[in-house]
């Protein structure tokens, strides 16, 4: 197999250069701008479509090459050889695909869905990717435009992210979202084309975490609200366990003389003086927080002391 590996890298370079034999059913004209000029990511779409055809060149390389090899190697082929075959013709059929879709040659996507649709036919795109190099590495086979395609993949969902969709998954990384049950969930990436969604356990957990990420006191302007039809698409997460205990708190809004509390045990205290609050650590460490997260706190003493 070692010998096969070498084999298998240096060939796949030359493989390259002709690689236009697996497209000749893809037209390389530019995407359809009529179709897809009116959408913000326009320019996002044709920079996926370059990509996308890249990727189908170096896909279309990987498939010969594998084909060309065990073709001739001993004079026999294994199950292992033959499952390298098989994951790299499918990798390539769906580079053949996604390359149609996102070319705009597709009758399947209304216009007002095509942004979405085409980010889920990425997702399908990176599962064959996925199996293909599972394979591949059970084979010890890991050739160099294996390592490219990957590259290229990533790129293509950074440029994803960039476009702004309540469906779209790759756009609400690091967001918080909620559907029609109200529960508000963190969308974390895992991988490509992989998401979870995690579920704040409480009002208080959102606002702590969102002061721990630094992205200050009001949470909501990073929510998105999804059908829950995007949320059935995201693996379910650990939920998100957070509290303000051990911190100062106080009640949002300009009402003045709002009282601060100090969290200690479960309980809020309040302090009774502002100078209590600097020997704290100061007004830069009290959190900003709904009535809600304070009432939910029975009573505790009051501290004062200075």
Same mark, same amino acid.
Request: a neutral charge; charged letters at 25%; one cysteine or more.
């Given at each position: 197999?070692?010998?096969?590996?070498?084999?298998?890298?240096?060939?796949?370079?030359?493989?390259?250069?002709?690689?236009?034999?697996?497209?000749?059913?893809?037209?390389?004209?530019?995407?359809?701008?009529?179709?897809?000029?009116?959408?913000?990511g326009?320019?996002?779409?044709?920079?996926?479509?370059?990509?996308?055809?890249?990727?189908?060149?170096?896909?279309?390389?990987?498939?010969?090459?594998?084909?060309?090899?065990?073709?001739?190697?001993?004079?026999?082929?294994?199950?292992?050889?033959?499952?390298?075959?098989?994951?790299?013709?499918?990798?390539?059929?769906?580079?053949?695909?996604?390359?149609?879709?996102?070319?705009g040659?597709?009758?399947?996507?209304?216009?007002?869905?095509?942004?979405?649709?085409?980010?889920?036919?990425?997702? %399908? *795109?990176?599962?064959?990717?996925? =199996?293909?190099e599972?394979? @591949? +590495?059970? !084979?010890?086979?890991?050739?160099?435009?294996?390592?490219?395609?990957?590259?290229?993949?990533?790129?293509?969902?950074?440029?994803?992210?960039?476009?702004?969709?309540?469906?779209?998954?790759?756009?609400?990384?690091?967001r918080?979202v909620?559907?029609?049950?109200?529960?508000?969930?963190?969308?974390?990436?895992?991988?490509?084309?992989?998401?979870?969604?995690?579920?704040?356990?409480?009002?208080?957990?959102l606002?702590?975490?969102?002061?721990?990420?630094?992205?200050?006191?009001?949470?909501?302007? %990073? *929510?998105v609200?999804?059908?829950? =039809?995007?949320?059935?698409? @995201? +693996?379910? !997460?650990?939920?998100?366990?957070?509290?303000?205990?051990?911190?100062?708190?106080?009640?949002?809004?300009?009402?003045?003389?709002?009282?601060?509390?100090?969290?200690?045990?479960?309980?809020?205290?309040?302090?009774?003086?502002?100078?209590?609050?600097?020997?704290?650590?100061?007004?830069?460490?009290?959190?900003?927080?709904?009535?809600?997260?304070?009432?939910?706190y029975?009573?505790?003493?009051?501290?004062?002391?200075?």
């Amino acid at each position: 197999m070692k010998k096969m590996t070498c084999l298998f890298v240096v060939a796949i370079l030359a493989a390259t250069a002709t690689a236009c034999f697996a497209l000749d059913e893809i037209s390389t004209a530019p995407p359809d701008e009529g179709q897809y000029g009116r959408f913000a990511g326009g320019d996002s779409h044709g920079r996926i479509y370059d990509l996308a055809a890249t990727l189908a060149e170096q896909a279309a390389a990987i498939a010969q090459e594998s084909f060309d090899h065990f073709k001739g190697y001993n004079g026999a082929i294994s199950d292992q050889e033959q499952g390298i075959l098989f994951k790299s013709e499918s990798f390539l059929s769906s580079c053949r695909l996604f390359l149609k879709f996102a070319q705009g040659q597709s009758d399947f996507y209304r216009n007002d869905y095509l942004r979405t649709s085409l980010y889920n036919a990425f997702t %399908y *795109l990176t599962a064959a990717f996925s =199996e293909l190099e599972q394979e @591949m +590495r059970r !084979g010890n086979v890991m050739p160099y435009a294996l390592s490219d395609s990957r590259k290229i993949l990533s790129r293509m969902e950074r440029e994803f992210s960039g476009w702004a969709s309540p469906d779209n998954l790759a756009y609400l990384d690091g967001r918080y979202v909620k559907a029609a049950d109200a529960t508000v969930y963190l969308i974390q990436r895992q991988g490509m084309g992989q998401f979870t969604r995690r579920a704040f356990k409480s009002l208080e957990s959102l606002f702590r975490y969102n002061y721990n990420e630094n992205r200050g006191k009001d949470p909501w302007k %990073y *929510l998105v609200e999804v059908s829950g =039809e995007t949320l059935r698409k @995201m +693996r379910t !997460g650990a939920m998100i366990v957070l509290t303000f205990e051990g911190q100062m708190i106080i009640e949002q809004g300009t009402r003045p003389n709002r009282p601060v509390f100090k969290i200690e045990n479960g309980r809020k205290r309040g302090l009774t003086r502002p100078e209590i609050v600097n020997r704290l650590g100061g007004w830069s460490r009290v959190f900003e927080v709904p009535r809600e997260v304070i009432e939910a706190y029975e009573d505790g003493e009051p501290i004062d002391r200075s």
